[in-house]
Antibody, heavy 124, light 107 residues
Framework: VQVVESGGALVQPGGSLRLSCAIS????????MDWVRQSPGKGLQWVAR??????????EYAASVKGRFTVSRDDPNNALYLQMTSLNSEDTARYFC????????????????WGQGTLVTVSS | DIQMTQSPSSLSASVGDRVTITCRAS??????LAWFQQKPGKAPKSLIY???SLESGVPPRFSGSGYGTYFTLTISSLQPEDFATYFC?????????FGQGTRLEMK
């Protein structure tokens, strides 16, 4: 399993950025995929989820990013994306692309493989 | 949101020691609890899911227990590679939430 993020950068407040995640080593369409971020002040914070093909690729978002961030996936090209707009200093963090797999009980999914992350810094 | 509270925040121990980290949820989460290990500059690594199920490839010196609101992670005999930060995380409700972490340091 390989999950490799890219796209992190220094961006000004109010700006936009798109993160990418390249997937290999497993059948992408069968898994949920998440973005989780980590910052020194706020620890680990889940950001967004896209479900698998079987569950209609539906999405979920943390309240703090809903309406500003959009998660999407390109299954034929094994790629996951996070489009971020209206960025502010609170969004400064390392962003991890995370695979979520079934976790025992039917219908239960959770993080099982993490990428190394990509750093997003929002500052003027 | 469900709050996850770990204790202690930091812990000093020696190779061979048995250590236990606790995690409390602000409301019942059944056994929808995971533990992760993170080393500096690295991604978190999954150790345990469903409160007590060991991830494939994780040494059996790691074990988890608990149900509802109280959970523990135990390392039966610390090895040098175990010094790291450990996080608990609930996946019973959205949003998934994490504990603040327990930093395990060498005494």
């Amino acid at each position: 399993v390989q999950v490799v993020e890219s796209g992190g950068a220094l961006v000004q407040p109010g700006g936009s950025l798109r993160l990418s995640c390249a997937i290999s080593g497993f059948f992408f369409s069968d898994y949920y995929m998440d973005w989780v971020r980590q910052s020194p002040g706020k620890g680990l914070q889940w950001v967004a989820r896209t479900r698998d093909k079987l569950h209609g690729y539906t999405t979920e978002y943390a309240a703090s990013v809903k309406g500003r961030f959009t998660v999407s996936r390109d299954d034929p090209n094994n790629a996951l994306y996070l489009q971020m707009t209206s960025l502010n200093s609170e969004d400064t963090a390392r962003y991890f692309c995370v695979r979520s797999g079934p976790r025992g009980e039917i219908g239960t999914w959770n993080f099982d493989n993490w990428g190394q992350g990509t750093l997003v810094t929002v500052s003027s | 949101d469900i709050q996850m509270t770990q204790s202690p925040s930091s812990l000093s121990a020696s190779v061979g020691d048995r250590v236990t980290i606790t995690c409390r949820a602000s409301q019942g989460i059944k056994d929808h609890l995971a533990w992760f290990q993170q080393k500096p500059g690295k991604a978190p690594k999954s150790l345990i899911y469903a409160a007590s199920s060991l991830e494939s490839g994780v040494p059996p010196r790691f074990s988890g227990s608990g149900y509802g609101t109280y959970f523990t992670l135990t390392i039966s005999s610390l090895q040098p590679e175990d010094f790291a930060t450990y996080f608990c995380q609930q996946y019973e409700n959205y949003p998934p939430t994490f504990g603040q972490g327990t930093r395990l340091e060498m005494k």
